[in-house]
């Protein structure tokens, strides 16, 4: 698919602190555009709270932060133009009663009324359809999802679909927005060992095609990644969550993510 350029990501000593304590905290990353990131960590380490600040959605607390030449947090609101969630728990899910063509097509609807040129909106409207049409074709491939494969082809309920399935329909939703950075929360969440390495090489893959890809994980396909970022303080890694100030880092994300819903 068509792709504007990966965002730069770069950071030193970033860090997000709740009302209970830090979520993250002294995170450093030097990354190219079209790099796989991955955010490593166990649950409740900052991973999220690190993926939203770095889309423009959680206003970091201490250091600095650069993404697509845009610096943070002077800057969130043109980050969160050129960034794009895929699936984030709490944030960006589907919604399980809507059908995959239902998600694509509001998908496709709001990015025609909100990101379109006037000039492609005073277009006619069978081409106008035909540009969205090419454009959830493109982003589907890119995904690697085929509705017609479904179980009810595009008829299917996001409840119906299987892990792995909606992973890849999310990652499609995201993509059809044609971001610079797109963020993927959970990668590897539930997934067994050939499904993981399936989604390692889609991820991949779009980083090679130029979207700088950021990816919350578990255990990182390293021989996938161009960058690995720790949120849990492991030594001779690229970063360390610091001190938390008597406050586990799971009250701290909590807090920081209570925070962000209420925003």
């Known amino acids: 698919m068509n792709s504007p350029g990966g965002a730069a990501v770069g950071a030193e000593g970033l860090g997000l602190k709740g009302p209970r304590g830090w979520a993250f905290r002294s995170v450093d990353i030097d990354a190219a555009p079209g790099s796989l990131i991955a955010v490593a960590g166990p649950s409740g380490s900052g991973r999220t709270c690190l993926l939203l600040a770095l889309t423009g959605r959680m206003r970091p607390t201490e250091g600095l932060a650069e993404v697509g030449g845009h610096s943070l947090p002077r800057g969130m609101a043109a980050v969160r133009r050129i960034s794009a969630l895929g699936p984030v728990p709490g944030v960006s899910d589907l919604d399980p009663a809507l059908t995959v063509d239902e998600h694509l097509r509001e998908r496709a609807l709001l990015r025609r009324r909100f990101d379109d040129s006037l000039r ?18 493109e982003s589907l491939a890119a995904a690697g999802l085929d509705p017609a494969g479904l179980v009810k082809e595009g008829r299917t309920a996001v409840r119906d679909l299987e892990r792995l399935e909606a992973l890849r329909l999310s990652i499609a939703l995201a993509l059809i927005g044609r971001p610079a950075l797109l963020a993927v929360d959970d990668t590897d969440l539930k997934l067994p060992d050939a499904d993981r390495i399936a989604v390692w090489r889609l991820l991949r893959s779009v980083a090679d095609s130029g979207t700088t890809v950021l990816a919350v994980c578990s255990r990182p396909r390293t021989e996938e990644c161009t960058t690995v970022v720790r949120t849990d303080g492991t030594p001779g890694h690229d970063t360390g969550s610091g001190d938390n100030d008597g406050t586990t880092e799971g009250e701290g994300t909590a807090d920081a993510l209570a925070e962000a819903g209420r925003a």
């Open 120 to 137: 492609s909106l005073l277009r006619p409207r069978a081409e106008r359809a035909g540009a969205a049409r090419r454009r959830i074709d």
